[in-house]
């Protein structure tokens, strides 16, 4: 008898063997799992693209030492390197967001534990911010105290942003300067806050698919509302820079997006950095399993812009809309 391919993989991964069946699927068998991934989609998520914009609100002089980011203690990539910016960038922005009916407006400061005068600093802008659109808000910002993370939440800052990255296995290879279970007890504490919590990773970091299929277990385990799945954006400078990522054919990067939507079936799984470049001529497949992208660029990558990713969102079938 003929295989199709449906027989290969469950829908319903429990185990990470299970997980890893989705990974090494033959890829003539990728437009079934595709199709069986947008049925689930579908019923979460129906037909719509969550489309949100990442302001870079600190950037650079990072203390820690991430491989794959621009902004690291190590990486001699040339990026631009500011202290907060000036609130006009960060209105600007939201204006543009709220005016083009997008989903959500996202903060990324680079750096790892803050000051309470910075926290309040950044607060102060959240506050005045939200006065004048209100769009939603979500935060990358290191690891907080309580105390500081009730700052942000009074300012009007509902989720944050706080990825895994890769599995507790390979994580020392990524990054010494802080660990992984410091990373899930920040996410466990403003879980506990009541944050929605945003909770991803990157792929081509050198990891194995054990690791990818591990890390997405652990994100599982937290639940998240959203779930960013971002390819590295190799910057020359970077620790990580000439990492082999030959690997990541965009047959393969479907299949990473399509294993986190069932695993996840009711988070917003949203393919981040890099599906510029990973997904090539197949980019408006990954829509079978995300329901959430971004657009105008990255941290420290430029993007494509508002109105390509609109075009890219309409021409696949779908809609986008305010969340
Ligand atoms: S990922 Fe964040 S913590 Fe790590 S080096 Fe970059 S800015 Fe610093």
Known sequence: MLKTGRELFTTTPKTAADALKILHLPDEFLPVLLEETYAIRKKHKGNLVDIQVLTNARSGNCSQDCGYCAQSCDSKAEINKYRL????KLSQNGSIIYARQLARHCIGLSG????DREINEFAQYIQDLKGEVDTDICCSIGF?????AKILKSAGVSRINHNL??????????CTTHTYDERVANIKMLQALGFEICC??????????????NMLLE??????????????????????????????TPEYCLKILCLARLLLPKSDIRCAAGREIYLKDKEALMFYAVNSIFS????????????????LVTAAGFDYKIE
């Open 85 to 88: 910016i000036p609130y006009e």
């Open 112 to 115: 790892i534990r803050f000051s």
């Open 144 to 148: 907080l105290t309580p105390k500081q």
């Open 165 to 174: 990255n890769t599995s507790r296995n390979f994580y020392s290879s990524i």
């Open 200 to 213: 991803g990773g990157i792929i081509g970091l050198g990891e194995e698919a054990v690791d990818i299929v």
């Open 219 to 248: 994100i599982k385990e937290i639940n998240p509302q959203s779930v960013p799945i971002n390819f590295l954006i190799p910057v020359e400078g970077t620790v990580l820079y000439d990492t082999d990522i030959s690997h990541l």
């Open 296 to 311: 105008s660029g990255y941290l420290t990558a430029d993007g494509q812009s508002i109105e390509e990713t609109i075009k």
